[in-house]
């Protein structure tokens, strides 16, 4: 094996219009992923996102199984993740069944019945990985982009619209209630838009690991900012350059085995940059404490 760092893709006229699209895209996905993070992390419904972005896997499955082409997937599979995130939020607000074993239930099946799906239909290996963790950037087509930006716009537009009601039912949904906000829409609207964002992020980052660009944005936010609004523009923009960075990095590291050249696909390259923010936010926070926790000693002595 022979790792090869080549910037010249960069600049490749082939892959450079590829990267345009593939930039935009994901921008407006990280950034979408990371402002619906804040609010589910902070109500605890982070792992919704893990079991709809399993559930992705089962309606590629089931589209891919159909023989619907690349291009139109999204239209079987927008709806499907759509509908289990109604049903998951209603089945967590019942009480009939706990929230954390809902996704359970949804993850393992949807995954398990993507497979069989996968098997049955006679897809390889290939097709089920690049579902898992996302595909080729050549994959992207011109009418993926198009509905892929309007879909992400959309859902910013309606978060920044509806901004207060979602600060409203995230800290004190009690009170929300009160004064006449309906709370339980507001947690589904919520739910549909990251099912949303999943369903446009998932072809390109991968179904298991769009969840991780839901969650890590904002904890690494939380780790360094207190109000809500900074919570949500630091987080959109970590994601953002975590994006960029894992973009980059998987278009310029390549492999060769023998005459076989391989490159790193984005989706897993995005998400080791978030978890390098995560710790080295956590280091951040450990270090402002320890300081904030010297000054405070010194004042206490020098008061004594």
Do not use: W
Not at 32 to 50: E, H, N, Q, T
Not at 153 to 173: E, H, R, W, Y
Not at 273 to 301: E, H, P, Q, S, Y
Request: proline share 2%; charged share 10%; net charge positive.
């Amino acid at each position: 094996m022979q790792l090869v760092i080549s910037f010249e893709t960069l600049f490749s006229e082939n892959l450079a219009p590829l990267l345009v699209k593939a930039l935009i895209v994901g921008l407006l996905t990280a950034v979408c992923a990371a402002i619906l993070g804040v609010p589910l992390v902070l109500k605890r419904y982070s792992m919704i996102g893990d079991g709809l972005s399993h559930m992705g896997f089962g309606a590629l499955a089931i589209a891919a199984a159909l023989g619907v082409s690349e291009g139109k997937q999204m239209l079987i599979t927008m709806p499907l993740v759509v509908i289990a995130a109604v049903v998951l939020l209603l089945l967590s607000e019942s009480g009939k069944i706990k929230g954390d074993a809902a996704i359970a239930m949804l993850s393992t099946g949807a995954v398990a019945a993507g497979y069989v799906i996968y098997s049955v239909a006679n897809k390889g290996a290939g097709d089920v990985c690049s579902s898992l963790f996302g595909t080729s950037i050549l994959a992207l087509k011109s009418a993926d982009v198009t509905l892929s930006v309007i879909l992400a716009v959309g859902v910013i537009l309606i978060f920044v619209l509806l901004f207060s009601k979602i600060f409203a039912i995230t800290f004190d949904p009690a009170f929300a209630r009160s004064a006449g906000t309906n709370a339980s829409f507001y947690n589904i609207l919520i739910a549909v838009l990251t099912a949303v964002t999943i369903v446009v992020g998932m072809k390109m980052i991968g179904s298991i690991m769009i969840s991780a660009l839901i969650v890590f944005p904002a904890l690494s936010a939380m780790r360094i900012c207190k109000r809500f609004k900074s919570v949500i523009t630091v987080a959109a923009l970590l994601s953002a350059l975590n994006f960029c960075l894992g973009l980059v990095f998987s278009a310029v590291i390549q492999f060769k085995f023998g005459h076989q050249v391989s490159s790193l696909p984005i989706g897993p390259c995005v998400v080791c940059f978030n978890v390098l923010t995560l710790l080295l936010c956590m280091g951040i926070k450990a270090v402002i404490d320890r300081v904030k926790g010297k000054k405070a000693l010194a004042k206490g002595k020098k008061t004594k």
